[in-house]
């Protein structure tokens, strides 16, 4: 004991007391210890093995490949597991109706909107190249899949994502210096799991993005474990690889942030602790921020920004997520026909606004009303086109210019102009005056009133031109590539949508409003023409309208997060599917993943309660024992050696920020969840429980561990046998799966 109390002596030298500790039976032995350590006491074989020679060899082989062995029947079991009865359902379940149709748009090339980055559903378009598909079907929620379609070649390819979690698992806990007892218990709980099982068996982007928030951790410990030799090839290899999984995991969904925040805390820790090495030299302590930035910032940036750029190239035709994109992205896209827009805008045009600011709509207005306020008809942006998009330019109120929209004597629109948009569906003007706007209640309303007689002076708006994309006329007005502004002549305010959504009155659509602050520089107050249709008019010369690509690339990510925030839970509709991260640990919720029709194939998406139940209580525990151990180191006790120690510390401190990182933002974001949110976080968790295992079964014999680990085992097989219909597919009543409801807060029956 008086050596652990030198622990903390700068004069007292860690080997030194991990080797007395050994010797010393009130000490605890090290959790740590090497991969050949661990195989001896793996390998120590009875005496009895001497007496039967013949068995020897079969033994000396499997005492030598015992790791190749494990992981071959593990990932054996994992892909069996995954790819059984995988066809069995033949309608579409799910969210394949979202991600099979975002697939279908990659074999028809055709541009779609999703909130998603684009790796994971490029991938599921890949699968669809392999089975032979043509990209034809609508993957309507609930319909059955074509006879000539091979949905489960789809199926199978996202199965291999999650059937590698398993021998991942694994092998991550043999990097974390975990027993064998605790790392096959791990990939068991992987394994066995049946949330993990159903998720990764559909068309979805799940198993992918735990593949990869399972390389990530892989990865980092792997380089963890390199610590020693720095900038060694194996350790540039797998910094490399690092940065590989980073960057594929944040670009099939943004959750992936999570795993690049985890690696990121890492990464900051560990040159903290290098600034404190004195005998460093400044050029090799430099050298290592030039290398963390260059393989975990830039390679997971030039990833990303790659996925997009190919999504781009893949998606060359026209269709229905072309709103929105900028107007000169559209002006590029096959199909489309904006390259034919007249060049220069003149009055009686008709025409499309689009905002500037990124993801922004079209101005747009229905025949609805406000139901406060002026109660006039609704104006809004609307983020797909739609007939009730077009305005006409028509000369002001009260204004001295003749009416050259109904000749062909064509008057160009100029910068400083005063003109009058009217709706083109019905006939209202578009209009502000002095009543609060709906949401934005600090500005005034915009909305549709009067006719192409009827109305007033608060009908006029000016132009003012902010800036051109390829033409230096500072005048002129032109399709696409004009930035202007619209003030309200009698108050001054400026025409806004800040894309802040209304509620279900406004069909969700983006609030518009007349900004009042004189802010020039927003560019949500900034409009340009989309659509330009003016008989009177030539179109534009070829090769007029050209995008840049990171500005494309930019307005798409501002616009998936716009509509990532916008998917907020509707007060006005009940969702049985969505879940609370407080509803997700202790697995009091399932869901439901398609119609519970008798004579349907029913999935029931819910966690091995042993796993889930076991791996939250475990993290609990960590918290606990982390706190306990503080306290008496406080008060200069110590329990464990500096080895121990710090053992303990970064492979708990590394599992327990991966599950908080994972699974704490869900309960500030705005959004509506679900409970597959939760499963990188389950990730993490499930490691935490062996973890503990390993750490405070290390004193007792191994009779002790083997029971203890068997008791686990046992346990989480014989539930996931229990629960497994609900993963593989129920077939006929539910009620006949009654008994599998064990908390009354399951809606698996009623």
């Known amino acids: 004991m008086d050596n652990l109390k030198k622990r903390h002596n700068a004069t007292h030298n860690d080997t030194d007391d991990l080797t007395s500790s050994y010797n010393d039976p009130h000490i605890t032995q090290s959790i740590l210890t090497t991969e050949s350590e661990h ?3 793996l390998c120590k074989l009875p005496s009895t093995t001497s007496k039967v020679p013949h068995f020897n060899k079969y ?5 030598k490949y015992h790791h190749a062995i494990l992981l071959t029947i593990l990932t054996t079991l994992s892909f069996w597991t995954r790819f059984r009865l995988i066809g069995l359902s033949k309608i579409v379940v799910w969210d394949e109706a979202h991600f099979g149709k975002f697939g279908s748009h990659y074999l028809k090339h055709d541009f779609y909107f999703d909130v998603h980055p684009p790796l994971g559903k490029m991938l599921v378009g890949l699968s669809g190249l392999l089975a032979g598909y043509d990209g034809s079907f609508d993957f309507k929620s609930g319909s059955t899949y074509p006879d000539d379609m091979h949905y489960g070649v789809m199926r199978v390819f996202n199965a291999v994502w999650g059937a590698l979690l398993a021998p991942l698992a694994y092998l991550t806990a043999r990097q974390l210096h975990f027993s064998i007892k605790a790392s096959i218990l791990i990939s068991i709980m992987v394994l066995f799991d049946t949330a993990l099982l159903c998720i990764s068996r559909f068309i979805l982007l799940d198993s992918m993005l735990l593949f990869f928030t399972c390389t990530s951790l892989y990865c980092l410990s792997k380089f963890h474990n390199l610590k020693n030799k720095s900038f060694s090839k194996e350790w540039y290899l797998w910094l490399f690889m690092n940065g590989l999984s980073l960057g594929c995991v944040l670009s099939v969904k943004w959750v992936g942030l999570f795993a690049v925040a985890l690696v990121g805390i890492y990464t900051m820790e560990d040159l903290w602790t290098k600034l404190g090495d004195i005998h460093m030299p400044k050029q090799i302590y430099a050298k290592h921020w030039v290398t963390r930035i260059l393989f975990l910032i830039a390679l997971p940036s030039v990833i990303y920004l790659a996925s997009f750029a190919l999504h781009f190239t893949l998606l060359y035709k026209t269709g229905n997520g072309d709103a929105r994109m900028s107007s000169l992205f559209q002006a590029n896209l096959e199909g489309n026909t904006l390259d034919q827009n007249p060049l220069e805008l003149a009055y009686g045009s008709k025409l499309t606004l689009k905002n500037f600011g990124y993801g ?28 009730n998009n077009q305005w006409i330019i028509k000369t002001p109120r009260n204004g001295s210019i003749g009416d050259y929209e109904d000749n062909n004597n064509v008057r160009f629109v100029k910068d400083g102009d005063v003109i ?8 209202v003007n578009l209009h502000s005056h002095s009543i609060r706007a709906p949401i934005t209640t600090g500005q005034w309303e915009v909305s549709g009133y009067g006719n192409n007689t009827v109305g007033d002076v608060h009908d006029n708006w000016k132009v003012e031109v902010v800036g051109h994309t390829g033409s230096k006329d500072s005048k002129a007005v032109r399709s696409l590539t004009t930035r ?6 009698q108050q001054g305010c400026l025409l806004t949508a800040n894309n802040v959504i209304l509620p279900q009155w406004g069909f969700k659509q983006i609030e518009v409003h007349c900004d009042k602050r004189n802010r020039v520089d927003d560019a949500h107050s900034w409009w340009n023409v989309e659509e330009h249709y003016n008989d009177n008019l030539p179109p534009a010369p070829s090769n007029t309208y050209k995008s840049q690509f990171l500005h494309d690339f930019w307005h798409l990510n501002v616009a998936m997060w716009t509509s990532n925030n916008a998917l907020v839970p509707d007060p006005d509709k009940a969702d049985i599917l969505s879940s609370t991260p407080a509803e997700w640990p202790l697995t009091t919720v399932g869901l439901r993943m398609c119609g519970w029709q008798d004579d349907a194939i029913k999935f029931y998406l819910l966690g091995n309660p042993i796993v889930w139940w076991f791996s939250f209580s475990s993290i609990l525990i960590f918290v606990a024992s982390t706190a306990f151990y503080s306290i008496r180191m406080q008060r200069k006790i110590y329990d464990l050696t500096n080895t121990q120690w710090d053992q303990y510390l970064y492979v708990g401190k590394t599992l327990f920020l991966g599950w908080l990182l994972h699974y704490i ?23 935490m429980g062996p973890f503990l295992m390993d750490h405070y079964t290390q004193r007792c014999s191994p009779g002790t561990q083997y029971i203890v680990f068997g008791l686990l085992y046992t346990s989480v097989v014989g539930v996931f046998l229990y629960f497994a219909p609900l993963a593989y597919g129920m077939d006929g009543p539910v009620s ?15």
């Not at 202007?484 to 002549?489: D, K, Q, S, T, W």
Request: charged share 20%.
């Open 484 to 489: 202007f502004r619209l003030r309200h002549v």
């Open 39 to 41: 195989q001896d006491k």
């Open 736 to 750: 006949a799966y009654g008994g599998r409801k064990w908390l009354t807060t399951w809606n698996l029956v009623d």
């Open 665 to 687: 933002p869900f309960f500030i974001m705005g959004r509506v969840t679900y409970l597959h949110h939760y499963f990188p976080a389950l990730y993490f968790s499930i490691f």
């Open 420 to 427: 009058r948009l009217m709706h083109a569906s019905t006939g």
């Open 360 to 387: 922004g709509g079209l101005l747009h207005s229905h025949i609805q009303r406000f139901p406060e306020g002026s109660r006039q008809q609704q104006v809004t942006c609307y983020q797909h086109k739609d007939k």
């Open 59 to 63: 033994f000396t082989y499997i005492r």
